[in-house]
């Protein structure tokens, strides 16, 4: 039972670089989220979305997009790298609006 | 937007204590919702509270809610090592379900064999 995949764990970048963290999951569920927790901070939520094609803006958008063409897979693109995206991200998805989120193990991101 | 207080932020007590962690929101609750995390993972869901006076229990930990006050508490019962984390709440101000969770900063336990 694999439930939510994120790739990668850890990764450092350099200010203006690019990446794309991945998130799968296999539970067939339309919702999908990624969050940031930041030191000593709860989660903010950055993008969200209902099913495949459909996404939305969360707390914290801005230097971030995010694609759902499937259900199973929802990326999140980091276009221009700075250092105030130096966070822990979690993708997790759910069945519906009002129930168990269920959460990736996080991908660890340094922007130096 | 909503405000979650959790208090207190972090506790240490000794294994076999009993322990409350409380969540205090600055609007109203349509769902509250308890997540607990251990360093290098992802959250793990404990508990779902979406009526007022609701409460629930898994094993040694207890959730209730307090719709009048905005707020909900957790409890551990005995506590072991395997209790020790984050537990952070999240809250729906909104209506609109789990997509629009804001949650708490967390409260950080340790449990001293």
């Known amino acids: 039972n694999a439930g939510v995949t994120q790739t990668p764990k850890f990764r450092i970048l350099k200010i203006g670089q690019s990446m794309t963290l991945q998130c799968a999951q296999d539970?067939?569920?339309?919702?999908m989220y990624w969050y940031r927790q930041d030191p000593g901070m709860g989660l903010k939520l950055i993008y969200y979305?209902?099913?495949?094609?459909?996404?939305d803006k969360g707390e914290v958008p801005n230097g971030y997009n995010v694609s759902r063409s499937t259900t199973e897979d929802f990326p999140l693109r980091l276009e221009l790298a700075a250092p105030s995206q130096t966070s822990v991200y979690f993708c997790a998805s759910s069945w519906s609006n009002t129930g168990e989120l269920f959460f990736g193990e996080g991908s660890r991101l340094t922007v130096l | 937007s909503q405000e979650l207080e959790q208090s207190p932020q972090s506790l240490i007590v000794q294994e076999g204590k009993n322990l409350t962690i409380n969540c205090t929101s600055s609007k109203t609750l349509y769902g509250l919702y308890w997540y607990k995390q251990k360093y290098g993972e992802g959250l793990i869901f404990l508990m779902m509270?979406?009526?007022?006076?609701e409460e629930k229990s898994h094993e040694k930990i207890t959730a209730k809610l307090d719709e009048k006050k905005q707020q909900s508490s957790l409890h551990i019962t005995a506590s072991q090592p395997s209790h020790a984390g984050i537990y952070l709440c999240?809250?729906?101000?909104?209506?609109?379900?789990?997509?629009?969770?804001?949650f708490g900063k967390g409260t950080k336990l340790s449990v001293i064999p």
């Open positions: 539970m067939n569920h339309n919702y």
């Open positions: 979305s209902v099913g495949a094609g459909i996404t």
């Open positions: 509270l979406q009526k007022g006076g």
């Open positions: 999240g809250a729906d101000d909104s209506g609109a379900g789990s997509y629009q969770l804001t």
